[in-house]
């Protein structure tokens, strides 16, 4: 009994009000029910629809600014691999997996780049669509080093006209996933592949301004093959072709010896490598009397900070040539 009602005032008891079945059967199935269909929540939306992003996972940070740019805000780009990461030597976590697992599209490189991760992306490609980039290059224009045990080198991001096919790949993997954006992607291309075009004739522009006898680039571990092919320089470098590879005191010293007999006046570091090597070749040219100078920090296999230009492909290529050629010139 409510605390301010006595038994005088309480209103008598109300007999219940008898409906008729068909109007129960409306209130079961009428306009408040048809807003959601037949069960109790509205529908989901399923992964991968039209008005939902794509989920895109890429493993190295150049794959993953490539999505972005194509994919616009159609995608949303989740990248494995950021700054100062190997990928060479680089094991998917826990997170990783999960990640990858609930991709609609899953770009790589291939080439065995990223080679402890092989088992992962065949494991993958059972149940969702797995891309190596690599797969749209023309296996002619592949290096093929001998020390690399038949296999091809996997840095062919240093050749721009290399990566553009690579674009290209990505751009149709968008396009395969999500067919009702195909005028958005090949746009979202186009204007792409017309800044990496500018992009190869700054790169050739700039290097032919280090005088010929100083176009040497050397570095920690030889990820720079295609660029000094494409852009005509000589690479010489302590490791192979992955950081796997080891660094012997015979390849310092012979590498000594060239640098003093040439008067190379730089060598470069490499912020996803432990700059050691290259400081031995530092000491070792001191110690003879050749006076030389570490000319800056290259990215090789990984690129710059997220929000930096060098976090971009774009930007780090540019930021690579014009630290090449301040040191050099």
């Not at 309480?10 to 009428?30: M, N, S, V």
């Not at 395969?176 to 050739?204: H, I, M, V, W």
Request: proline content about 7%.
């Amino acid at each position: 009994m409510h605390p301010l009602q006595t038994r005088e005032t309480r209103p008598p008891p109300r007999r219940p009000t008898w409906i008729p079945p068909i109007i129960l059967i409306g209130l079961a199935f009428g306009p408040g029910c048809r807003d959601h269909g037949s069960g109790d929540k509205p529908p989901t939306k399923e992964a991968g629809t039209p008005d939902q992003p794509l989920n895109v996972v890429c493993t190295i940070g150049m794959i993953t600014d490539v999505a972005r740019n194509i994919g616009g805000e159609a995608v949303v780009v989740t990248g494995l691999m950021g700054e100062h990461v190997d990928p060479h030597t680089y094991k998917a976590t826990p997170s990783d997996h999960r990640l990858l697992r609930s991709a609609d599209l899953v770009l790589y490189s291939g080439l065995h780049l990223e080679g402890r991760m092989v088992e992962v992306f065949e494991s993958l490609a059972a149940k969702q669509t797995v891309v190596a980039i690599t797969e749209a290059i023309d296996k002619n224009s592949l290096r093929q080093p001998s020390e690399f045990a038949g296999h091809y080198d996997p840095h062919v991001w240093f050749d721009v006209t290399l990566w553009l096919k690579a674009a290209e790949r990505i751009r149709d993997a968008l396009i395969q996933q999500r067919p009702a954006q195909k005028e958005l992607f090949s746009r979202n291309a186009e204007a792409y592949l017309t800044q990496l075009a500018e992009l190869n004739d700054y790169c050739r522009t700039q290097l032919q301004s280090i005088p010929p006898p100083r176009r040497v680039l050397v570095t920690a571990h030889d990820a720079f093959g295609y660029f000094g092919r494409a852009y005509g320089l000589e690479v010489l470098a302590i490791q192979g072709i992955s950081t796997e590879s080891e660094a012997g005191v015979k390849k310092v010293n012979e590498l000594v010896d060239a640098l003093i007999e040439r008067r190379i006046p730089a060598v470069f570091i490499e912020s996803s490598v432990s700059p050691r090597s290259i400081q031995a070749l530092v000491e070792g040219c001191e110690s003879r009397g050749h006076q030389i100078k570490i000319g800056g920090e290259l990215f090789s296999d990984a690129m710059g900070a997220d929000g930096t230009p060098e976090g971009t492909y774009i930007g780090m290529v540019r930021h690579n040539v014009d630290t090449i050629v301040e040191a050099l010139k």
